[in-house]
């Protein structure tokens, strides 16, 4: 990374190599599978999303979210941008792997239609609502209005739940999470990870009077990479920084941030995203600060977002080899937790003296995302 130390600097010749050998460095005597599956989001949203369980000789106790670019107009999905191939790269040198796409995009467009329509946020920001004299029993993201792109958040809170609900099956371990997202899809991950930073569970016993708040949620994740971070959502500019500053810079999560070197409007955003996180001393970026959080910068690129991911890049080796290794080398394996998502209170915690402000009641399922309160 142009910010990292030294160490990391990434050489295209060595990433390159690095990246052929990522195929096969712990494929032997492993078979890489996937499960496709659904889940729900807290509004009745049928979400599609592919599991890769963890394989090869040496499994890793982290499990990765791979969050998608979108275009209202043109689409988007897991099935585009080279999003599979980084998933089997990771599963096969044993990271556990979730990719889903967004309500209204791919395979995710069935909905519950009474739980749907009843949340004003979905009335309003639709361009029709009905059919044949009918609800929707289904959504896709070209009757989407600009205004809703904001209220996908909550499809990235349902997939951490999803794997919550893994976690206690054993089958994962979401104290070491680990998110990559691109364009759009890395804007609301960075809200989502604000969002996370916020949230406390309740340790008390359900019904207790008086909560008492666990560390934050953020604590579970170890690092997250964004591919051309995007500085609008839907057409709208949004409080990036004040998002990425929150996790980044407050929760110390580690962040890389990768763009084509040619891509001058990228490269730009992202430079001063990191400048907002380290801050400079005489000039100089403050590397021991946050040891890894930086820009990678790919030479003679104009790529954008996961079209990054291309084999002729190299950024799914450097990804693998140059970051993730490093990252999760000096963090260590967390211990596994039991979640019970669905039986806990969550509250967002504030440090302002204001009073608490629930999150998730005891016996719901998935959390919501209070989207107004990042917006502001």
């Known amino acids: 990374m142009r910010s990292l130390s030294r160490t990391f ?6 990433v390159l190599a690095a990246l052929i050998g990522a195929g ?18 807290f509004d009745g ?36 941008g080279g999003w599979s191939d980084l998933a089997k790269i990771l ?47 289904a959504i896709d993201h070209k009757d989407f209005l600009p205004s809703y792109v904001p209220y996908l958040v909550n499809d990235i809170a349902a997939a951490k739940a999803f794997l919550d609900r893994e976690n206690d099956r054993k089958t994962c371990n979401t104290s070491n999470l680990i998110v990559i997202g691109a364009g759009q899809g890395a804007t609301l991950g960075a809200m989502w990870l604000a969002h996370e930073c916020k949230r406390r569970k309740d340790k008390n ?14 604590k579970n994740v170890a690092g997250a990479v964004w591919l051309t971070i995007s500085p609008n959502i839907g057409g709208r500019t949004v409080p990036v920084r004040s998002w990425i500053v929150e996790a980044g810079k407050t929760h110390k999560i580690p962040m890389a941030f990768i763009t084509g ?59 693998l080899n140059k970051y993730l290794a490093p990252v999760m080398e000096k963090r260590g394996s967390k211990e596994w937790v039991e ?36 917006l502001r």
């Open 24 to 41: 096969t460095t712990h494929a032997q005597g492993a078979k890489a599978d996937s499960k496709s599956l659904t889940f729900k989001t």
């Open 45 to 80: 949203v049928e979400l599609s999303g592919t599991l890769y369980p963890a394989a090869g000789a040496k499994p890793r106790d982290a499990v990765v979210l791979l969050i998608p670019n979108f275009d209202l107009k043109k689409g988007g999905g897991i099935q585009q």
């Open 91 to 137: 599963q096969r040198n044993g990271y556990a792997v979730f990719s889903f796409d967004f309500r209204g995009f791919g395979d995710s467009k069935t909905i519950d239609p009474v739980e749907f329509w009843r949340h004003s946020f979905n009335v309003s920001n639709f361009k029709r609502r009905t059919a044949n004299g009918k609800p929707l029993a």
């Open 261 to 319: 070197k040619n891509d001058s409007a990228g490269s730009t955003f992202s430079s001063n995203l990191v400048r907002a996180l380290k801050g400079t001393v005489k000039g100089k970026s403050k590397e021991r600060d946050l040891e890894f959080t930086g820009v990678n910068e790919i030479p003679d690129v104009k790529l954008a977002a996961q079209n990054l991911l291309v084999r002729t890049t190299g950024v799914e080796g450097w990804i």
């Open 339 to 374: 979640r019970r998502v669905a039986e806990s209170r969550f509250y967002y915690a504030n440090n302002n003296g204001a009073p608490l402000r629930v999150n998730k009641a005891h016996g719901v399922d998935v959390p919501s995302v209070d989207v107004n309160l990042f």
């Open 205 to 218: 016993p359900a019904g207790a009077f008086v909560p008492m708040l666990g560390d934050s949620e953020g």
């Open 9 to 14: 600097i990434p050489l295209l010749s060595a």
